[in-house]
């Protein structure tokens, strides 16, 4: 578990960001302490804390002959590189801060942790209009629904609406698993692409637990194809209308 949510954050932005200045710093911490360790004549603890505290330098020369002058450059050289190195980590954090990264990425953290604790869901793989009711009247339905979205304003459109949400390409393994589709009882390839819609199912049909498929097609040709791919069943929203549109004109006025 433990692993898990290292791993988790391990992949945020902020971290990423970061990671830049923070091995800069670490960069100049190792030059300084290794470079006053040649020039003062020391072991690697003392030169260590010469950085803490440049004084240490001059009660050194004060009982060895040495590059006094050359050392004390240098421990001014790393000082000056460890404050602006320092201070671009804390640009970074501020900048993420007031810039919304922390906080998004705390809620996506929370919610793939959410995600990860839940069972007998169903996934809707795209948020347009199609995937949007689906996801929708299962939600007041009393079912929980993790929706996969690749596109900015869809996911956004999902979060606001109250779903779990996982942002990436539905047809990627590491997608599907995240939207924990080896827990999940339906996955609905609902995007407006049948060939997009095929390959997610190709794709969950690897899954240890593969959960029943439902897959939308925009033409009755694609519907075989969809069933050797792994479908379970296929929809055609446009003849599902068609058929619903036949029966409301062929009910009997009152």
Known sequence: MQRGIVSQFA??????????????FATVVVAGVVGLSVLGG???LEATFWLLDLTSIDLHFRDHAGPERATKAYAIVVTVGLVLS??????TVVTET????IPTEVSRATMQRRIDTSED????????????????????AGRTVVVIEIDEDNAKRAREDGHLLVEGDARQGRTLRAAG????TKLVAAIDDSNVNIQIAVVSGAATDTPETLVRVGEEMYES???EAGADEVIIPEVVSGERVTRLLERSPD
């Open 11 to 24: 992949g945020l932005p902020i971290l990423r960001h970061a990671l830049v200045p923070i091995g800069c």
């Open 42 to 44: 020391v072991g690697l």
């Open 86 to 91: 320092g201070l671009w980590i804390g640009e």
């Open 98 to 101: 007031f810039g919304g990264g």
């Open 121 to 140: 869901h169903v996934i809707v793989c795209g948020y347009g209009m199609f995937g949007r009711t689906i996801a929708n009247r299962l939600a007041e």
């Open 181 to 184: 589709v080896e827990r999940a």
């Open 225 to 227: 194809v969809a069933k």
